[in-house]
């Protein structure tokens, strides 16, 4: 499914740079026989939310079928909200405040991480939060915008995963 990827970025909508560094993102095996591959896709080191391509390959390592979305346009761009602002407004959407100023999430870098969940109300064993630099697509997957993902639980009825804009929080 990967090789498919990257010998046919043409077909799929997008140049061979877009497929450089796919990688498989989850795999089963149907009732039907059929392995779905869910091929996700990095640019510029970062993931790209919702960039994924799913191949159906048949018992013989075929390829039936190739369809989703990825990125097309060029990377660019920085963040000047730390992890720590991009959880706050995250908490903040579902009407949560933290309990103490989450400063272990003052960074840019972006790399995947967790923190304890200080924006939990009324939770026993409330999850981490999380946050992540990410890709974000945009403008019918011409366009890439570097967003914060954020992962917050903040109460019994709000768990909410959000992309933010990585410069401006929209």
Do not use: C
């Amino acid at each position: 499914a990967l090789g498919y990827v990257r010998a046919h970025p043409a077909e799929l909508g997008v140049t061979a740079v877009a497929v450089q560094d796919v990688y498989v993102h989850r795999q089963f095996t149907l009732s039907s026989g059929l392995t779905a591959v869910h091929i996700g896709q990095r640019l510029a080191g970062r993931r790209v939310l919702d960039g994924v391509i799913t191949v159906m390959v048949d018992a013989d390592g075929r390829v039936v079928s190739a369809v989703g979305t990825l990125a097309r346009g060029t990377p660019k761009g920085t963040a000047t909200l730390t992890a720590r602002r991009a959880l706050d407004l995250s908490a903040a959407r579902q009407g949560a405040k933290p309990r103490r100023v989450l400063r272990e999430a003052d960074n840019t870098t972006g790399r995947r991480r967790t923190f304890e969940n200080v924006y939990a109300q009324n939770l026993a064993n409330p999850t981490p939060v999380s946050s992540e630099l990410v890709w974000f697509i945009d403008d019918k997957a011409r366009r890439l915008r570097l967003a914060w993902l954020t992962d917050v639980e903040s109460s019994d009825h709000q768990w909410n995963e959000m992309a933010l804009d990585a410069r401006t929080g929209a």
